[in-house]
T-cell receptor, first 115, second 116 residues
């Protein structure tokens, strides 16, 4: 079975400060991990993914995420937040050994960047 | 160029009506999905379909049915609409087979369904 948790419903950060949006996962085997962003009244947009290789993954709009196998985490980070980063962020996981290609999504974290 | 498109963007209808939402992808992907996003923004997978199999979330009422005329289209048909069906419905696509492993999903803009 695969599951993912986003422990924070909302994250508030001041513009220019670093931001972190947390994600932890549970899988039987090895994970494929994804981050998506949803702006108001829009569909989800792919940000970045971890499949294999380097634990630090860089994605769109200056975002990055670090895969930590021992802590089963895949936190999304950005060194300097912008007001335009304010959106809903979803983490998703797919268990490579699970036999299903359908990912499981977290409940989403609302990021609010204050000017 | 729109990768995943849905029509209509807004759909307002009365209870017990039957309606369809259309989805098309021009990415050459082999798999398409339908998700329901409720008022709390939680995403629920409803169906996934590729040319080999249809996977149905068992919690989805059988009033909902996907119809795929070809690999680029996956339409959602809803019979006898209920108030609780009001939500935003997203179509998505991805590639799940082959030598390249992108696996990420590409989402349409959503269809906001309001049942009165």
């Amino acid at each position: 079975a695969q599951s993912v948790a986003q422990p924070e419903d909302q994250v508030n950060v001041a513009e220019g400060n670093p931001l972190t949006v947390k994600c932890t996962y549970s899988v039987s085997g090895n994970p494929y991990l994804f981050w998506y962003v949803q702006y108001p009244n829009r569909g989800l947009q792919f940000l970045l993914k971890y499949i294999t290789g380097d634990n630090l993954v860089k994605g769109s709009y200056g975002f990055e995420a670090e895969f930590n196998k021992s802590q089963t985490s895949f936190h999304l980070k950005k060194p300097s937040a912008l007001v335009s980063d304010s959106a809903l962020y979803f983490c998703a996981v797919r268990d490579i050994a699970g036999g299903s290609y359908i990912p499981t999504f977290g409940r989403g974290t609302s990021l609010i960047v204050h000017p | 160029d729109t990768a995943v498109s849905q029509t209509p963007k807004y759909l307002v209808t009365q209870m017990e009506n039957d309606k369809s939402i259309k989805c098309e992808q021009n990415l050459g992907h082999d798999t398409m999905y339908w998700y329901k996003q409720d008022s709390k923004k939680f995403l629920k997978i409803m169906f996934s379909y590729n040319n080999k199999e249809l996977i149905i979330n068992e919690t989805v009422p059988n009033r909902f049915s996907p119809k795929s005329p070809d690999k680029a289209h996956l339409n959602l048909h809803i019979n006898s609409l209920e108030l609780g069906d009001s939500a935003v419905y997203f179509c998505a696509s991805s590639s799940v087979s082959g030598r390249v492993l992108p696996y990420e999903q590409y989402f349409g803009p959503g269809t906001r369904l309001t049942v009165t």
